[in-house]
């Protein structure tokens, strides 16, 4: 059974860090991308961040220049480093993992379960 199992999120004053770790389990990743996404209350699921196999990354515009995002292809864990976060960065972040195109287009076939990251201002 695939898992993806995200860890990090937490409560952070506007300006400040985290950092979210997602761990992949339970089948062969070789070739996967990973990244990630996040969903504020009331909103739509939007993407944050992707990485290839091989590290190229792809980031949102709203993010650019903030976050970065990293992979450990031997423990197939994805990172995603967050500096400067803002009020408006508040959301449910979830990791998620397949072809490249896929997870760019948000069409993933193995999601996260999400974790909570709020910003107060």
Do not use: H
């Not at 506007?14 to 996404?37: D, I, K, P, Q, V």
């Not at 980031?59 to 990172?79: E, L, M, P, Q, W």
């Not at 996260?112 to 910003?119: E, I, P």
């Amino acid at each position: 059974q695939v898992q993806l199992v995200e860890s990090g999120g937490g409560l952070v004053q506007a300006g400040g860090s985290l950092r979210l770790s997602c761990e992949a389990s339970g089948r062969t990743f070789s070739n996967y991308a990973m990244g990630w996404f996040r969903q504020a209350p009331g909103k739509e699921r939007e993407f944050v961040a992707a990485i290839s196999w091989i590290g190229r990354t792809y980031y949102a515009d709203s993010v650019k220049g903030r976050f970065t995002i990293s992979r450990d292809n031997a423990k197939i864990t994805v990172f995603l480093q967050m500096n400067s976060l803002k009020p408006e960065d508040t959301a449910v972040y979830y990791c998620a993992a397949d072809v490249l195109y896929k997870v760019v287009a948000g069409t993933v076939g193995y999601w996260g379960q999400g974790t909570q990251v709020t910003v107060s201002s």
